[in-house]
């Protein structure tokens, strides 16, 4: 079965700093990973996703990640946090590999101070 | 790109009644719906998948009776809680996708806004 790990509730960073969100993964088969992000009472928005192919993924608003087969990570980095990047971000794996359901992990709060 | 419409975003209703929360698809149709429940500061755990015109699949310890889902068309997906007790109290969250041949690629999974809950 399939499972997300995402290392540390919480994450403190300074404005222009390196934001590193954690993200291990279990998966039986390839998987198709992904990173969203939720601001308050609001829904998620996708930030990148990896399926097949490179595996340096960029996606919206600076951010990119690494798909490590060998790691079975999927850490989500951007060079320099702004304040509006403080929000909760998740990392999820499709069940199964595909388009199926997606199995979240515990979520990670980025907090951003000046 | 893809758009999915969720309402109502916050609804109060007294203990015992019903309520109905839909889930629509703007801009491309839906196969296949997920509902998902979200306790405050927590993830999101899936409560069950539809598919257009099949019954829904619930995960395991989701009350079906409970929570009805209605998936009638590929634009349009319902949940009702039925007989609503303050517990029921939660975010729910629906995701949409077009798992049709070559169009999951392209749009993957897209989420509604959310609707807050609040049974009193």
């Known amino acids: 079965a399939q499972s997300v790990t995402q290392l540390g509730s919480h994450v403190s960073v300074s404005e222009g700093a390196l934001v590193l969100l954690r993200c291990n993964y279990s998966?039986?088969?390839?998987?198709?990973l992904f990173w969203y992000v939720q601001y308050p009472n609001q829904g998620l928005q996708l930030l990148l996703k990896y399926t097949t192919g490179a595996t340096l993924v960029k996606g919206i608003n600076g951010f990119e990640a690494e798909f490590k087969k060998s790691e079975t990570s999927f850490h989500l980095t951007k060079p320099s946090a702004h304040m509006s990047d403080a929000a909760e971000y998740f990392c999820a794996v499709s069940d199964g590999g595909g388009y199926n359901k997606l199995i979240f992990g515990a979520g990670t709060r980025l907090a951003v101070h000046p | 790109g893809a758009v999915v419409s969720q309402h109502p975003s916050w609804v109060i209703c007294k203990s015992g009644t019903s309520v109905k929360i839909e889930c629509r698809s703007l801009d491309f149709q839906a196969t296949t719906m997920f509902w998902y429940r979200q306790f405050p500061k927590q993830s999101l755990m899936l409560m069950a998948t539809?598919?257009?015109?099949?019954?829904?699949?619930?995960e395991q310890g989701v009350e079906k009776d409970k929570f009805l889902i209605n998936h009638a068309s590929l634009t349009l997906s319902t949940l009702t809680v039925t007989s609503a007790h303050p517990e029921d109290s939660s975010f729910y969250i629906c995701?949409?996708?077009?798992?049709?041949?070559?169009?999951?690629?392209?749009?993957?999974?897209?989420f509604g806004s959310g609707t807050r809950l609040t049974v009193v």
């Open positions: 998966s039986s088969v390839p998987p198709y």
């Open positions: 539809s598919n257009e015109g099949s019954k829904a699949t619930y």
């Open positions: 995701s949409a996708r077009d798992a049709r041949q070559g169009r999951a690629i392209r749009y993957g999974y897209t």
